[in-house]
């Protein structure tokens, strides 16, 4: 059986990708090893850590629950597209001075989903953050305490420079 | 020697160097490098887990995207030399032989499988992709044995045997400490308590796979690895005596590694295949696991099962501690597994001053996959179980648990401390300490409230587990491999410095940490530090970074070089100043002249030395300088945590209503790091007492091989902690210098995972009180604890 | 990680998918893909060919009709949880679908339509719907049909779906006066579904009246599939929503429980989830009467 290859158009974090894909072929798999955006780390099989999470069409996606072929025409952005020319965004600032990675491998993931959160919500509770922000990514390293710390820490800064 | 106003110093909680690249989506892991042609290796690993088998590749070789396909007989067969066993790298025990070479691991299965996942062929292909179907096309037909899948069958009379030669699944028998003095205090007590232990393996689960990169060059004869482990220098050596290569032909690269805890020091039979097929097939070949994969085979920790007891006098003293304990290895016996027995022995009498212990350890084999080091070690079990034995004993003998461990802590002026397994515990101040926990949680006002709490129907409960954490192995010769802390200083003409560590950073920050150390002795500016570790190209040597050795070894190797840099600074002064060496001192980046108005920074003298002009006649130019750090003795972190939990009757929920840490790791460098460490610890520690457990079906299939399992009936997956899971945590720190390191610091890095088990299990017992209920083991579920309060009979 | 080669057809309408899934060998249906890409990756499932649907605007949306409201098959959980028509009319949908696991992530492209049918005992969504009542609109080779939801699930991933069946929509009958929901869970922790999750739908005459005029009450997890709680039900009409109330009520959710059909296995002993049954019941109940 011959699973014919698929065209598909993706722009990633502003840059236009035109490949051809077998419709197997997962979006991590892609954007990881197609087109070399290693800042996507692929952490289970499961769908469960989330270290793989990027935005996709503006909505946070795990990338490696979706196939290529779906995603044809879809604006990607990782975590490198976040920050402009390496200038860490407010989240990215409270990570790192609230000691919120240590060997950094759900980072990337962790980060576009709680950049998404705080659009959404302003002034979670430590419990809402623990129960809500970060219930679809794991980390082994952190224990979490000082990442919910980035996530209050980030959501004052943002509420007050949007005030 | 302070320098309090020079940045990045010893004692800042300095942001971490490393954290810039993996913000902005430049982090590298191995799995990320993309190397040109590689080929890609998947491996066929057995479904069974005690069989004997047979292999047909030929039909997953017409592939035209595989490369090679090989099985044992075609390793065997072919020109390459075959991979040597494995082997360990300490004896079990103080006195206890090595185990039968029977037990040691070939990296490829040949005619007989021995747990769930162990390899049996490898495919080299085109992609990885292409490998993935051609393992479909292999046949394999199994002649199914008998399984043993616990260390009492694995002991039963006419139990299957695993390994030819040894036929009753023993592997090492030994034990620490003084059998008659112990029976003896036994004896003598007032009160006595036992305790039981279920088996639980956990898994260390770091969030990124396994993986490897092998390259040969027969133009260089070179072999060249990219991995995940946390020992280049180790892990060299060993695919180089394995593979038999020349060690200085081999290098090894770690990249930014997703974790480690304990689990990716040795090379795993993958990597040795790996490697391998890299000679063979003089190419790239590179492998990266499945989380799948990476459940079924990397090592699982602890595995310790049996039976524990405390004896007590009249007056609450501790006279002697016993355990019986029964270790289940797994099939085959991991590089480090068998030295874990005495790394937990040696800590069976924590903070206690306890004049007798005896603890027999006996190994067993059973078809699992292997168990060795896990954050805490074996050190995690001896302490849960002492301290929810002091807990128990003291309630026995109607005395408050806290009071106990007061009265038996060792006192300042006993250290050097020699306790009764034979460790030489470094400096302590415990009941200090102690002190700063128990007014963190306001013991005695929450031990009010839980009283008051009780008289309405509900169950508070309070535990402590004060324990001590042996870190950064040593001296030199304890074990069959070095145990030293390489650290060099290289200073530019410049000024700047780089200096070489022989870790292996994968997350503790050692890029910052260490800097501070550097910064702190050569007053040279934080950013003009750089740090170089996890490579065999760059780093003259080093033993890498695991129990909990970095800080204290490393940062001391590098201390004594920065301090012979400085020698060497001086010395040239001196000589330039026609003035004696001892009239020359340095302070705030400057040496000056103590007799003679004279000054130099250290730039200056730096540029100097690197010209090689006017130098004394005995000095050569640089200024560079190496230290291989031998510890007298290893340190010992210590400290005690306090949990409080409330325990819902109606559904077994347990609620933590407070978590207080007090640690004491000597003199902090970086006391945000260190936090991190204890929290993260604390997390997985949670994981070890309330929700992991890896679990295998009695035909040996491994059950618990993903973290989200929907497959009906079954768990639902091994659980990894999640933010919602762990508590709120604070942390308390008292500093008590290690004596035998330069800067006071001492290892610690384990403790989160060490003492949580005994403080959570020590709460949930203490609210479980009023019921009339058995002791548990980990991991403790919510059905448990209902079944204790719904059966047990509350009052 | 990698799934077994497959064949890919976009479905250009809901009639076309239809034909696909008959026509094509061995096919599947692809919408959110949160069930299918997981059990593809791990190799439990190899369709040969895959339909995807997830471009058919017209099984999304949620629109009020006369007497109901309709979900539209692809419409995703976060669709859901920001629908204002949703939280005022059946507000016991949106309030269950916050509890679906996998975070924001999941939120944004699992969809009601792939969820149902899944039909996984511990999944959420069926007995939000079993209490809320609905219909299931499905389309296939005969045409479209209705089922009620509690002749759509048969069993433990089981439903009365054909192999060519297409769900269409989830349509929900509105209730005059105003309608309290909520859904009070125990997750188990490594997959986050749900050892027991009851689902209630109060009704009330206005927001004035304190008086229940009717409940509908489900669980998930307890059993195979989802079941209603009647007898809590029954305690419940015309009743005012006092602490008293509810723990009387909670304290009957047991009548309509068969006992056998239980659910015993690792996550939780069947003698154990009973007993969490009565307590989640109550934790429900009382959340649904503060709103």
Same mark, same amino acid.
């Given at each position: 059986?011959?699973?014919?290859?698929?065209?598909?158009? %993706?722009?990633?974090?502003?840059?236009?990708?035109?490949?051809?894909?077998?419709?197997?072929?997962?979006?991590?798999?892609? %954007?990881?090893?197609? %087109?070399?955006?290693?800042?996507?780390?692929?952490?289970?099989?499961?769908?469960?850590?989330?270290?793989?999470?990027?935005?996709?069409?503006?909505?946070?996606?795990?990338?490696?629950?979706?196939?290529?072929?779906?995603?044809?025409?879809?604006?990607?952005?990782?975590?490198?597209?976040?920050?402009?020319?390496?200038?860490?965004?407010?989240?990215?600032?409270?990570?790192?001075?609230?000691?919120?990675?240590?060997?950094?491998?759900?980072?990337?993931?962790?980060?576009?989903?709680?950049?998404?959160?705080?659009?959404?919500?302003?002034?979670?509770?430590?419990?809402?953050?623990?129960?809500?922000?970060?219930?679809?990514?794991?980390?082994?390293?952190?224990?979490?305490?000082?990442?919910?710390?980035?996530?209050?820490?980030?959501?004052?800064?943002?509420?007050?420079?949007?005030? | 020697?302070? !320098?309090?106003?020079?940045?990045?110093?010893?004692?800042?909680?300095?942001?971490?160097?490393?954290?810039?690249?993996?913000?902005?989506?430049?982090?590298?892991?191995?799995?990320?490098?993309?190397?040109?042609? &590689?080929?890609?290796?998947?491996?066929?690993?057995?479904?069974?887990?005690?069989?004997?088998?047979?292999?047909?590749?030929?039909?997953?070789?017409?592939?035209?995207?595989?490369?090679?396909?090989?099985?044992?007989?075609?390793?065997?067969?072919?020109?390459?030399?075959?991979?040597?066993?494995?082997?360990?790298?300490?004896?079990?025990?103080?006195?206890?032989?090595?185990?039968?070479?029977?037990?040691?691991?070939?990296?490829?299965?040949?005619?007989?499988?021995?747990?769930?996942?162990?390899?049996?062929?490898?495919?080299?292909?085109?992609?990885?992709?292409?490998?993935?179907?051609?393992?479909?096309?292999?046949?394999?037909? +199994?002649?199914? @044995?008998?399984?043993?899948?616990?260390?009492?069958?694995?002991?039963?009379?006419?139990?299957?045997?695993?390994?030819?030669?040894?036929?009753?699944?023993?592997?090492?028998?030994?034990?620490?400490?003084?059998?008659?003095?112990? &029976?003896?205090?036994?004896?003598?007590?007032?009160?006595?308590?036992?305790?039981?232990?279920?088996?639980?393996?956990?898994?260390?689960?770091?969030?990124?796979?396994?993986?490897?990169?092998?390259?040969?060059?027969?133009?260089?004869?070179?072999?060249?690895?990219?991995?995940?482990?946390?020992?280049?220098?180790?892990?060299?050596?060993?695919?180089?005596?394995?593979?038999?290569?020349?060690?200085?032909?081999?290098?090894?690269?770690?990249?930014?590694?997703?974790?480690?805890?304990?689990?990716?020091?040795?090379?795993?039979?993958?990597?040795?295949?790996?490697?391998?097929?890299?000679?063979? @097939?003089? /190419?790239?070949?590179?492998?990266?696991?499945?989380?799948?994969?990476?459940?079924?085979?990397?090592?699982?920790?602890?595995?310790?099962?049996?039976?524990?007891?405390?004896?007590?006098?009249?007056?609450?003293? $501790?006279?002697?501690?016993?355990?019986?304990?029964?270790?289940?290895?797994?099939?085959?016996?991991?590089?480090?597994?068998?030295?874990?027995?005495?790394?937990?022995?040696?800590?069976?009498?924590?903070?206690?001053?306890?004049?007798?212990?005896?603890?027999?350890?006996?190994?067993?084999?059973?078809?699992?996959?292997?168990?060795?080091? +896990?954050?805490?070690?074996?050190?995690?079990?001896?302490?849960?179980?002492?301290?929810?034995?002091?807990?128990?004993?003291?309630?026995?003998?109607?005395?408050?648990?806290?009071?106990?461990?007061?009265?038996?802590?060792?006192?300042?002026?006993?250290?050097? +401390?020699?306790?009764?397994?034979? &460790?030489?515990?470094?400096?302590?101040?415990?009941?200090?300490?102690?002190?700063?926990?128990?007014?963190?949680?306001?013991?005695?006002?929450?031990?009010?409230?839980?009283?008051? @709490?009780?008289?309405?129907?509900?169950?508070?409960?309070?535990?402590?587990?004060?324990?001590?954490?042996?870190?950064? @192995?040593?001296?030199?010769?304890?074990?069959?491999?070095?145990?030293?802390?390489?650290?060099?200083?290289?200073?530019?003409?410049?000024?700047?410095?780089?200096?070489?560590?022989?870790?292996?950073?994968?997350?503790?920050?050692?890029?910052? !940490?260490?800097?501070?150390?550097?910064?702190?002795?050569?007053?040279?500016?934080?950013?003009? $530090?750089?740090?170089?570790?996890?490579?065999?190209?760059?780093?003259?040597?080093?033993?890498?970074?695991?129990?909990?050795?970095?800080?204290?070894?490393?940062?001391?190797?590098?201390?004594?070089?920065?301090?012979?840099?400085?020698?060497?600074?001086?010395?040239? /002064?001196?000589?330039?100043?026609?003035?004696?060496?001892?009239?020359?001192?340095?302070?705030?980046?400057?040496?000056?002249?103590?007799?003679?108005?004279?000054?130099?920074?250290?730039?200056?003298?730096?540029?100097?030395?690197?010209?090689?002009? /006017?130098?004394?006649?005995?000095?050569?130019?640089?200024?560079?300088?190496?230290?291989?750090?031998?510890?007298?003795?290893?340190?010992?972190?210590?400290?005690?945590?306090?949990?409080?939990?409330?325990?819902?009757?109606?559904?077994?929920?347990?609620?933590?209503?407070? +978590?207080?840490?007090?640690?004491?790791?000597?003199?902090?460098?970086?006391?945000?790091?260190?936090?991190?460490?204890?929290?993260?610890?604390?997390?997985?520690?949670?994981?070890?007492?309330?929700?992991?457990?890896?679990?295998?079906?009695?035909?040996?299939?491994?059950? !618990?091989?993903?973290?989200?399992?929907?497959?009906?009936?079954?768990?639902?997956?091994?659980?990894?902690?999640?933010?919602?899971?762990?508590?709120? $945590?604070?942390?308390?720190?008292?500093?008590?210098?290690?004596?035998?390191?330069?800067?006071?610091?001492?290892?610690?890095?384990?403790?989160?995972? $060490?003492?949580?088990?005994?403080?959570?299990?020590?709460?949930?017992?203490?609210?479980?009180?009023?019921?009339?209920?058995?002791?548990?083991?980990?991991?403790?579920?919510?059905?448990?604890?209902?079944?204790?309060? !719904?059966?047990?009979?509350?009052? | 990680?990698?799934?077994?080669?497959?064949?890919?057809?976009?479905?250009?309408?809901?009639?076309?998918? =239809?034909?696909?899934?008959?026509?094509?060998?061995?096919?599947?249906?692809?919408?959110?893909?949160?069930?299918?890409?997981?059990?593809?990756?791990?190799?439990?499932?190899?369709?040969?060919?895959?339909?995807?649907?997830?471009?058919?605007?017209?099984?999304?949306?949620?629109?009020?009709?006369?007497?109901?409201?309709?979900?539209?098959?692809?419409?995703?959980?976060?669709?859901?949880?920001?629908?204002?028509?949703?939280?005022?009319?059946?507000?016991?949908?949106?309030?269950?679908?916050?509890?679906?696991? *996998?975070?924001?992530?999941?939120?944004?492209?699992?969809?009601?339509?792939?969820?149902?049918?899944?039909?996984?005992? *511990?999944?959420?969504?069926?007995?939000?719907?079993?209490?809320?009542?609905?219909?299931?609109?499905?389309?296939?080779?005969?045409?479209?049909?209705?089922?009620?939801?509690?002749?759509? =699930?048969?069993?433990?991933?089981?439903?009365?779906?054909?192999?060519?069946?297409?769900?269409?929509?989830?349509?929900?009958?509105?209730?005059?006066?105003?309608?309290?929901?909520?859904?009070?869970?125990?997750?188990?922790?490594?997959?986050?579904?749900?050892? =027991?999750? =009851?689902?209630?739908?109060?009704?009330?005459?206005?927001?004035?009246?304190?008086?229940?005029?009717?409940?509908?009450?489900?669980?998930?997890?307890?059993?195979?599939?989802?079941?209603?709680?009647?007898?809590?039900?029954?305690?419940?009409?015309?009743?005012?929503?006092?602490?008293?109330?509810?723990?009387?009520?909670?304290?009957?959710?047991?009548?309509?429980?068969?006992?056998?059909?239980?659910?015993?296995?690792?996550?939780?002993?069947?003698?154990?989830?009973?007993?969490?049954?009565?307590?989640?019941?109550?934790?429900?109940?009382?959340?649904?009467?503060?709103?």
């Amino acid at each position: 059986m011959v699973a014919e290859k698929q065209e598909v158009t %993706l722009t990633v974090n502003g840059e236009s990708h035109e490949i051809s894909v077998e419709p197997r072929e997962l979006l991590s798999q892609t %954007l990881r090893e197609r %087109l070399g955006y290693t800042e996507i780390n692929i952490g289970c099989e499961s769908s469960i850590c989330g270290a793989c999470t990027v935005r996709s069409d503006d909505k946070t996606l795990k990338s490696c629950t979706r196939l290529t072929v779906q995603a044809d025409g879809a604006e990607i952005v990782t975590i490198a597209g976040v920050s402009e020319d390496g200038v860490l965004g407010e989240l990215q600032t409270a990570f790192t001075e609230e000691h919120a990675l240590q060997c950094g491998y759900c980072t990337p993931g962790m980060i576009m989903a709680l950049d998404e959160y705080l659009d959404a919500h302003e002034d979670p509770s430590r419990e809402k953050i623990r129960s809500d922000a970060l219930q679809g990514n794991l980390c082994r390293c952190t224990g979490y305490e000082n990442i919910v710390d980035a996530v209050e820490v980030a959501s004052e800064v943002l509420n007050e420079s949007s005030q | 020697m302070n !320098s309090p106003d020079l940045d990045g110093v010893i004692g800042e909680s300095v942001a971490r160097t490393e954290d810039h690249r993996v913000l902005t989506g430049n982090s590298t892991g191995t799995a990320d490098i993309s190397v040109a042609n &590689a080929l890609h290796v998947q491996f066929l690993r057995s479904e069974k887990a005690h069989a004997r088998f047979d292999i047909d590749a030929s039909t997953a070789r017409a592939h035209s995207d595989v490369v090679a396909v090989y099985t044992a007989k075609d390793i065997e067969e072919s020109g390459t030399p075959t991979p040597e066993p494995f082997s360990l790298y300490a004896a079990p025990m103080k006195g206890v032989p090595h185990p039968d070479s029977a037990y040691l691991q070939q990296s490829i299965a040949a005619e007989k499988v021995r747990y769930q996942g162990e390899i049996i062929g490898v495919v080299v292909g085109t992609s990885q992709r292409a490998a993935r179907d051609a393992l479909n096309d292999i046949e394999v037909s +199994y002649d199914e @044995l008998e399984p043993v899948m616990s260390t009492t069958d694995a002991l039963a009379d006419e139990a299957p045997v695993l390994h030819e030669g040894v036929s009753d699944n023993v592997v090492f028998e030994g034990a620490s400490g003084d059998k008659a003095e112990t &029976a003896a205090n036994f004896d003598a007590a007032a009160y006595t308590a036992t305790l039981k232990k279920d088996p639980q393996r956990v898994s260390p689960c770091p969030l990124e796979p396994r993986s490897a990169i092998a390259t040969y060059d027969s133009s260089m004869d070179t072999l060249e690895f990219v991995a995940t482990t946390q020992i280049p220098h180790g892990y060299r050596r060993l695919l180089s005596q394995m593979l038999n290569h020349p060690e200085h032909k081999t290098e090894v690269t770690v990249p930014d590694m997703g974790g480690g805890f304990g689990a990716r020091q040795h090379p795993y039979p993958a990597d040795v295949l790996v490697g391998w097929c890299a000679r063979d @097939l003089s /190419a790239t070949v590179r492998w990266r696991a499945t989380r799948t994969e990476n459940q079924l085979v990397e090592n699982d920790g602890r595995g310790y099962e049996g039976t524990w007891e405390i004896a007590l006098s009249n007056d609450g003293d $501790i006279l002697a501690l016993r355990s019986n304990i029964r270790y289940d290895l797994g099939a085959w016996v991991a590089r480090g597994a068998c030295g874990l027995a005495q790394s937990g022995n040696s800590v069976m009498t924590g903070q206690y001053d306890v004049p007798a212990a005896y603890s027999h350890v006996t190994g067993v084999v059973t078809n699992k996959s292997r168990v060795d080091a +896990y954050r805490g070690v074996a050190g995690t079990e001896m302490i849960m179980m002492l301290e929810r034995l002091v807990t128990r004993v003291a309630k026995k003998a109607g005395l408050d648990p806290a009071t106990v461990r007061r009265r038996n802590f060792v006192e300042p002026d006993q250290f050097p +401390y020699e306790n009764a397994t034979g &460790a030489v515990y470094d400096s302590g101040e415990y009941e200090r300490n102690f002190q700063v926990g128990l007014d963190a949680v306001e013991y005695e006002a929450v031990q009010a409230r839980k009283e008051t @709490l009780r008289n309405n129907g509900r169950y508070l409960g309070v535990g402590i587990c004060s324990y001590v954490e042996g870190a950064a @192995l040593g001296p030199c010769g304890e074990l069959d491999v070095p145990t030293w802390g390489y650290g060099g200083v290289q200073v530019h003409p410049t000024g700047e410095v780089t200096v070489y560590s022989g870790g292996a950073n994968h997350g503790q920050g050692h890029e910052t !940490s260490l800097a501070q150390v550097t910064a702190t002795e050569l007053g040279v500016p934080f950013d003009d $530090i750089s740090v170089v570790e996890n490579s065999t190209k760059e780093v003259t040597d080093g033993v890498g970074t695991f129990a909990s050795r970095t800080a204290a070894l490393c940062g001391s190797a590098i201390t004594e070089s920065c301090r012979k840099v400085l020698e060497k600074g001086r010395q040239i /002064a001196a000589y330039e100043w026609d003035v004696a060496e001892d009239a020359v001192s340095f302070d705030h980046g400057t040496f000056h002249c103590d007799t003679i108005e004279q000054s130099r920074t250290f730039q200056e003298i730096a540029a100097q030395a690197h010209m090689g002009a /006017a130098l004394p006649a005995e000095l050569e130019p640089g200024l560079e300088e190496q230290t291989y750090f031998d510890p007298e003795t290893r340190t010992w972190s210590f400290g005690t945590h306090i949990a409080v939990v409330e325990l819902d009757p109606d559904t077994g929920a347990i609620e933590f209503h407070d +978590y207080v840490a007090t640690e004491d790791c000597g003199v902090q460098i970086n006391p945000d790091i260190i936090k991190g460490q204890i929290v993260g610890g604390i997390a997985q520690g949670i994981g070890q007492t309330l929700y992991e457990d890896v679990e295998y079906s009695d035909d040996g299939t491994l059950l !618990s091989d993903a973290l989200r399992d929907e497959t009906l009936g079954s768990s639902g997956g091994y659980v990894l902690p999640k933010a919602e899971h762990v508590p709120e $945590i604070t942390i308390k720190s008292t500093e008590t210098p290690s004596p035998h390191t330069p800067h006071g610091a001492k290892g610690m890095g384990e403790s989160g995972a $060490i003492a949580a088990p005994g403080a959570i299990i020590n709460a949930i017992t203490d609210a479980l009180e009023p019921f009339d209920t058995e002791p548990m083991t980990p991991p403790i579920t919510p059905e448990m604890v209902w079944r204790a309060m !719904s059966q047990g009979g509350a009052e | 990680m990698h799934p077994e080669e497959f064949s890919y057809q976009r479905a250009q309408s809901i009639e076309h998918a =239809v034909e696909l899934l008959e026509q094509e060998p061995d096919a599947m249906l692809l919408a959110g893909g949160h069930g299918l890409i997981p059990a593809m990756k791990k190799r439990e499932l190899t369709p040969e060919t895959v339909v995807d649907i997830g471009q058919l605007n017209d099984l999304r949306g949620i629109r009020r009709t006369n007497q109901t409201v309709e979900i539209g098959a692809l419409t995703t959980h976060r669709e859901v949880l920001d629908s204002s028509i949703l939280a005022k009319s059946v507000p016991v949908i949106p309030q269950t679908v916050d509890h679906i696991t *996998g975070g924001r992530q999941v939120h944004n492209f699992a969809t009601i339509g792939g969820n149902i049918a899944r039909a996984h005992p *511990g999944y959420d969504y069926e007995g939000a719907l079993l209490a809320a009542g609905c219909d299931v609109h499905v389309q296939g080779p005969d045409g479209s049909r209705i089922v009620p939801i509690d002749e759509f =699930v048969r069993g433990a991933c089981s439903t009365v779906l054909r192999d060519a069946d297409v769900v269409t929509a989830i349509e929900i009958p509105t209730v005059d006066g105003t309608r309290a929901g909520s859904y009070a869970k125990r997750k188990e922790p490594a997959s986050g579904n749900a050892i =027991v999750g =009851v689902a209630t739908d109060l009704h009330f005459d206005s927001t004035e009246s304190d008086r229940c005029r009717s409940a509908t009450i489900a669980v998930n997890g307890l059993q195979a599939s989802a079941i209603r709680l009647t007898a809590v039900e029954e305690a419940l009409i015309g009743r005012q929503l006092d602490q008293d109330t509810v723990e009387e009520a909670a304290a009957v959710a047991g009548e309509s429980v068969d006992e056998d059909a239980v659910l015993d296995n690792k996550k939780a002993s069947a003698e154990y989830r009973r007993a969490l049954l009565d307590t989640y019941v109550y934790k429900s109940l009382s959340s649904s009467a503060k709103t």
